[in-house]
């Protein structure tokens, strides 16, 4: 084996190593998911050192630096805040689903247009609508960290593979005999997981566009999946009550998850692919070990639905969001409940963490959605703006910058506003969709009519 470089990874924090064996390029990455400022760079790298043999005496100066600009830039403050700035044309029917690409410099929305669009983050500027889907574009994703692709899964019964860059159709996915509701890339960018309502879900090549496996056993709708960070297993989701694991290379299924009284809302594995989590309609969140299927803890105190789970990028923490209008904040080790996030006057259907971790983002049926501190459980701050339920919330890479969707048939996007003046963009039209946004820089004024305020200040 001989080592090429290093790419380095702020969130979670860990080194990259690219490597030459055998006449390929191969990857393999260093978590440093413990890593902190305070933690001795020198004791780290010797630790390093003993468990990864392409790390040699010559190399050494070389990972130390990057440790130590790891530590910088979890010394940096994300204490942001964030105000309303722009506002686009958007789908003339109402949006589904909203994502960012890695670095957060382009969105799509997906909508019951039937269209998937791609929005430029910064000027506003649309630059791509994704035409050729039958019924609601309903699932929708990038192949991060690449970008440059976008899969969409509609309620066609297809998924569609485009171009991010060009807004080529490469591959329709035909197979499912009902509506594709979620999808995700594998980490490799080499295969689409489509889940249905037709119970099951299926892989595709994104390649030759080809159907690699249906993946049987559920007996109700797959209403979310997930890959893990290798990429060699995935898990699913089902209105069932189960939850089942499956081994992306054999295409069988390891494990069936039982123990939820109710629909299962939302699935994650955590980084290092250790554990899983669950939410479900029977008002509790279950983690599990995904090598052995075995349930370790059921995280309780919620009054209502479970409507979203959430790890954050260490996977020491997990967030749940509720009916009840609250969400909630676990340890993934101890499982016990560490702060309850109270404020919200309806439902929360969608929570996240930042890339950080240091905070949690929360969307609600009462029209706004709140940034909270994780550690302490205050309200940081209310976003409002939306006439009606927010169902979707997201960070950028980051995060600095904020995405929400509402039932209004507007999406709100936010920066965080460090040092300078955020920008406010009005280009008020029929069925538009507002971009709030919180500014780290101001924007170009030929982009829009542009309006200056006093900056904010930090938290």
Partial sequence: MRLKRFLLRYY???IILEYERGGYLRTKSIDLLDLTP??????????????????????AEQVKELVLRLQQKQGQQDHHRFCFCKELKAHILPLTNVAFDKSGSRFITGSYDRTCRVWDTASGAELHTLEGHKNVVYAIAFNNPYGDKIATGSFDKTC???????GKCFHTFRGHRAEIVCLAFNPQSTLVATGSMDATAKLWDVESGEEVATLTGHTAEVLSLCFNTVGDHLVTGSFDYTVAIWDVASKRRVHTLIGHIGEI?????????SLIVSGSTDKTCKLWEAVS?????TLVGHTEEVLDVSFDLSGQLIATASADGTARVFSATTHECLVTLKGHDGEISKICFSPQGSRVLT???DKTARLWDAQSGACLQILEGHTDEIFSCVFNYEGDAIITGSKDNTLK???GNLHLHPSVFNATIEQTFQLQVHMQHTLKK?????VLTAPEQHL
């Fill in 12 to 14: 979670p924090p860990g």
């Fill in 38 to 59: 305070e933690t001795n760079p020198d004791e780290l790298l010797s630790e390093i050192r003993q468990s990864e043999p392409l790390i040699t005496e010559s190399r």
């Fill in 160 to 166: 569609k593979l485009w171009c991010a860059e060009t």
């Fill in 265 to 273: 809302s939302n699935v994650q594995f955590n980084w290092d692919c």
């Fill in 293 to 297: 299927g075995k349930c370790v803890a």
């Fill in 363 to 365: 969307a609600s049926s």
């Fill in 413 to 415: 996007g936010v920066n």
């Fill in 446 to 450: 030929e982009t829009a009519v542009l």
